[in-house]
């Protein structure tokens, strides 16, 4: 299907999931307790899985991988050589005080910054639609956590080219005063050209012919082979096994910082983007302050334009309307 239709997919394919359309035959679930959930497709030759989330302790973040269209068509990447803590899609902040939660610590292997998590609750439906909902904490090494968060993820069942979507949605509580923060911008003290990054992450394939969108039109990326800029949305999208595909976050403009900063990566062997909440200024919080995040991520084949983001912001945003 032409990439200037796929909106029109997506908005079909939600409508179909508020009125419960009956169990999809093709399609069944792939459950390990305490580790992981997947959604795997029938084909010609047995399944392939479609996506999966992964909540036990072999990542240090709960995270989507893979996510895929049909063909076996693996969007994203599991921590790949280079940054071993790059998840797939997942969510990670930088500082809390100073502490790292992203990176890796070279000792430990795992961050400094503790983010604990727990499956509390997960509905898997015959029609291919989930729900899983998450409670974290965001501590120091040795301490009391900093942050909550409640964490509700809606799946919906991919349409017949394979296109879905995953409204991400956390709500925050600040526990005790603290400071999120990232790597500064360049130009500001002790700034790097990768400066900016923390949020929602996705780490793509190595993507042939990549090209990037927001609303606003195409990407401009700097000499560092980064972009930062804000918009309410952002496709990342490129070539894979001769197909034309690509992934899309959708802001809401319910997000705090809203309209959403970005940090993206074009660099040689890096694909990445994110809405970047906090990339230009931290967020100094007292104990009882509240944000919400609010994302749209679409796994769609073809390439998005602004006019396609723009309306599948804007059916995002209908559809979240209560």
């Not at 307790?33 to 999966?52: D, H």
């Not at 939660?101 to 998590?117: L, M």
């Not at 005063?177 to 990054?197: I, K, Q």
């Amino acid at each position: 299907m032409p990439a200037r239709h796929a909106p029109l997919v997506l908005i079909a394919l939600l409508a179909a999931c508020a009125t419960a359309p009956p169990a999809r035959t093709d399609l069944s679930w792939d459950a390990v307790p305490g580790q992981s959930i997947a959604l795997r497709r029938a084909t010609a030759t047995g399944t392939e899985v479609v996506w999966q989330f992964h909540f036990g302790d072999a990542h240090h973040k709960p995270c989507f991988h893979p996510l895929a269209l049909p063909g076996d068509r693996v969007l994203t990447l599991d921590m790949p050589g280079d940054h071993r803590w790059h998840n797939g899609l997942w969510f990670s902040w930088k500082y809390i005080d100073k502490v790292n939660y992203w990176e890796n610590d070279r000792q430990t292997g795992r961050p400094v910054g503790r983010t604990t998590w727990q499956l509390t609750d997960y509905a898997l439906r015959d029609d291919g639609t989930a729900q899983l909902v998450l409670e974290l904490d965001y501590a120091p090494p040795d301490g009391e956590a900093v942050l909550a968060e409640r964490r509700v993820l809606d799946v919906s069942a991919p349409a017949a080219d394979g296109t879905f979507a995953i409204d991400w949605h956390g709500e925050f509580l600040c526990r005790r005063a603290c400071t999120l923060d990232r790597t500064p911008l360049p130009g500001e003290p002790g700034g790097a050209a990768n400066g900016g990054y923390a949020g929602l992450g996705a780490r793509l394939a190595l993507l042939d012919g990549r090209e990037a969108n927001t609303t606003l039109g195409p990407v401009a990326w700097n000499a560092q082979n980064r972009f930062r800029d804000r918009a309410p949305a952002f496709d990342y999208s490129g070539v894979l096994d001769g197909q034309e595909v690509g992934l899309a976050i959708l802001a809401h403009p319910d997000t705090v910082r809203s309209p959403s900063p970005w940090y993206a990566i074009r660099a040689p062997q890096m694909s990445f983007f994110m809405p970047a909440v906090i990339c230009y200024g931290p967020m100094a919080l007292q104990p009882g302050d509240r944000f919400t995040v609010r994302y749209r991520v679409i796994t769609h084949p073809g390439r998005w334009t602004g006019p396609e983001l723009a309306a599948a912001v804007a059916a995002y945003v209908d559809s979240s309307t209560p």
